[in-house]
């Protein structure tokens, strides 16, 4: 499917619909051809735990292609007051990994590492113990 902000309506929670400037520097790394070739789908696991799965794919960062094993990652710990945004991103060598967003009562995203693409976006609200599917927002752009 690829890069989604979702209406409020279709959203687990209100903070998914709203863009947060990170959306827009995910946008502008397309613009400079970074992105995803084919694959790289982060979805919640069978037996849903704090962990996501990424298929199988193919990436370009900086003008370096990369292939991406299919693989789990794992998402931060919830904190017991207020909700996070992780942020689930491949580099241009490949590796999956979650960036831990800060818990606050409106989190935002955290920042993108360098060399990196995001590939998804978790909301992980306050005490949760397990990421479901309507949690997880593709945020994959497409170049070819």
Known sequence: MG???PNEADAFHTDQAEPDS????I???AHARDGVLVGCVVTAQGTPDMTVAVAVGEITVAGVWAAVAAGNVTITAADV???S???VV???SGTKSAVAGTAAA???FPAIPANSLVLAAVYVPANDTTIAANQITDKRLFTG
């Open 3 to 5: 890069f989604g902000i």
């Open 22 to 25: 990170v959306d827009f520097g």
């Open 27 to 29: 946008l502008a790394a």
């Open 81 to 83: 007051t207020n909700p």
């Open 85 to 87: 945004f992780d942020l």
């Open 90 to 92: 491949v580099n241009n």
């Open 106 to 108: 409106n989190p935002v």
